[in-house]
């Protein structure tokens, strides 16, 4: 978020921005945990199922890319939001 932006809120919103920041980023982080869960299941179905066919087994991840990415690039944008809404707050002294 630019600046002029962040330094456009009233006190109220700039704490109410934080907190839904800090939700989404829990929810970011719990849908790339739960994704990379399912990697390793499905990783470890398909060595199991490679060494029971003796190597005609396959691994499907593509299902999974949408989700990873999500993982990725949200937590990257939400990181740089909460970093200038973090600093925002400091120079206000509202913490």
Known sequence: MKPEKVASLTDHELLKRKKL??????????TGI????????????????????????????????????FFIIGSGVITSEQKSINDEIKKRNLE
């Open 21 to 30: 920041l800090k939700n989404t980023y829990t929810f970011i982080v719990a």
């Open 34 to 69: 739960v994704a990379l869960l399912i990697v390793c299941v499905m990783f470890g179905y398909s060595v199991g199922k490679d060494v029971a066919t003796g190597g005609k087994g396959t691994f499907y991840y593509k299902p999974l890319i949408p989700f990873l990415l």
